[in-house]
């Protein structure tokens, strides 16, 4: 069983950054492809980036440029840079991990979930 936790959601102006931790237990994190979602009021959970265990990383147009995700294998934690945040951004942030192919960017794709982090960009 794997547990996830995510941190660093709060409030920011438009225009800023933040930084969203997710720490992972109870698995060989090295194993997993990570990814990271989003959900607004009203709206369905979407793809905002993932990185598989090779290393290789992928992104939703809407964050390509602007977000960065990256894995520290040794701290078992996966990490969302956020730069240049918009109202539009304003979301609950889960972390997530697929054990399987790591080929997917949907949330039946992952497996594992965390409980989510709020980050609210005023304008």
């Known amino acids: 069983q794997v547990q996830l936790v995510e941190s660093g959601g709060g409030l920011v102006q438009a225009g800023g950054s933040l930084r969203l931790s997710c720490a992972a237990s109870?698995?060989?994190?090295?194993?997993?492809?990570m990814g990271w979602f989003r959900q607004a009021p009203g709206k369905e959970r979407e793809f905002v980036a993932r990185?598989?265990?090779?290393?290789?990383?992928y992104y939703a147009d809407s964050v390509k440029g602007r977000f960065t995700i990256s894995r520290d294998n040794t701290k078992n934690t996966v990490y969302l840079q956020m730069n240049s945040l918009t109202p539009e951004d304003t979301a609950v942030y889960y972390c997530?991990?697929?054990?399987?192919?790591?080929?997917?960017?949907?949330?039946?794709?992952?497996?594992?979930w965390g409980q989510g982090t709020q980050v609210t960009v005023s304008s």
């Open positions: 997530a991990a697929d054990i399987s192919v790591g080929v997917g960017s949907t949330p039946s794709d992952f497996h594992y």
């Open positions: 109870g698995g060989t994190f090295s194993r997993y492809h």
């Open positions: 990185i598989n265990r090779s290393g290789s990383t």
